[in-house]
């Protein structure tokens, strides 16, 4: 009975240990999980420790650098009984090889594909002028030469005797350079080309006239520097459009555009002046002409320089370039040269040749291109207009004028479908001369394409022109022309 009791005792003491321990468990759970979200753990503060650098009582103690020896190259015998004085010698000669070297080299040209010569000169050649003649030399007197490229060769010579000396250089740049700037400066304008002031009977040659080719579509308007050019023809291209042929000679020009492409017969016009050729682009027949008959022309395609676009007109009416610009293009090409101006003759004061009266010019073109002269007796200038709206000259702001008029009649040819044209320019042919408010029946003549064109009257004198400006209209047969 005794033993029974006892284990019960142990069975409820273990019970309730083991009650007492299940109990504790479950408190400290409990109290860990709730005091996991209400109990917030305090910042700790950053410890900062403070380095203080405590001085060496010992100096330091420098390393001094280890050096290995070299060894002495002593040369041969033979080498230092050598003469040191052949090493400048050598030197120069290199130097000089390595300057011909540069000089020898040059830039190339962009090639410009076009057909052979054989092919098309024949069609691009007018009224069945097949060959190409070589022109005819100039020749310069004696007393000329000092005023033109023969100067420019002698004086270059003469500063090239300076030697190497700095200054003397220096002023043989400066030398250079004033004979470039007046080459052709000097030669004041003779009876052959129709000056603007005064008629001086002095050196036949002058400086190179520059023949620009400047648009005349209804966008193009107005153009820019026609008022400065002594002679300016007006001549048809396709499409129904007319172009001019600006030619200067006397008087330059700031702004003259818009520039457009080279067609054949303007190439003609320019050789007769013997002027340097401007344009951008052009048709395969002009390049022919430029190349069979050896035309200096500067082209915006090759050589940009002397060109710029502007901003208030849309391409490609918007080109200009200045007559500054293109001669300082042609030096660099070599194109400057004093010329022997095949111009006009000027007429006497005294001339008593009766003609009609013509106070009034009318050219229906056709489209677009109604030109009309109109002539002011007390400045004895014709006023130009186009559309009956005066043609004003945007540089000047000027209405565009000159002293004399000429009508030229050539036969005009559509080639193809693209409406290009041939003027038949060499041969003869009719037309008028315009002057002093009258019109007098004239002819002209060209043997062929190297010929200057040659105006006459109807008695067979050689026309002659009041002092001034001329512009030449170029006019088909069927073009309607009233005075």
Known sequence: MSRLVWDERRIWSFSLLFSVIVNLTVLAVVSIYWLSFHYTRPKEEPVVVELMEIPSTKKPV????????????????????????????VKSEIASQVQQQKEQVRVPKPPVELPEAANIVEKASPSGARLFSPGENIEVEESMKWQGVEAESTMKGRFEEAGQSSRLAHLAQEGMQRVESTVGETMATGEL??????????????????????????????????????????????????????????????RVGPVRSARPYFALKALEHDAIFVHSGGSVEAY???????????????????????????????????????????????????????????????????????????????????????????????????????????????????STVIVQVAEHVVKDADGRLEIRFVGEGKGWVLSDGKAYPIRWEKKNLRDKTRFYYDNGEELRINPGRVWIEIVDTKVKVVF
């Open 288 to 402: 022919t002409y430029m190349r069979e008959l050896s035309l200096d022309h500067i082209d915006e395609m090759n050589h940009f320089q002397p060109f710029w676009r502007e901003k208030e007109r849309r391409p490609p009416h918007n080109l200009y370039t200045s007559v500054v610009a293109l001669r300082q293009e042609a030096q660099k090409l070599g194109y400057n040269r004093p010329v022997k101006n095949p111009g006009f003759g000027v007429a006497s004061s005294s001339s008593s040749r009766e003609g009609k009266s013509a106070p009034t010019l009318e050219i229906g073109y056709g489209g677009d291109y109604k030109v009309q002269f109109t002539f002011d007796a007390g400045k004895r200038e014709y006023y130009r207009f186009i559309n009956e709206k005066p043609h004003m000259d945007s540089s000047s702001n000027t209405q565009i004028s000159c």
């Open 62 to 89: 420098g390393v001094v650098p280890q050096t290995a020896e070299l060894a002495e190259l002593n040369p041969p015998p033979e080498m230092r009984e050598a003469n040191v004085q052949e090493a400048p010698q």
């Open 193 to 254: 080309v129709p000056p603007t002031t005064s008629v001086e009977k002095r050196s036949p040659f002058t400086k190179r006239p520059i023949a620009v080719i400047v648009e005349n579509a209804p966008q193009a308007r107005p153009q820019a520097g026609l008022s400065k050019a002594d002679i300016v023809y007006e001549i048809m291209a396709e499409g129904g459009i007319t172009r001019f042929l600006a030619v200067f000679a006397s008087e330059s020009a700031d």
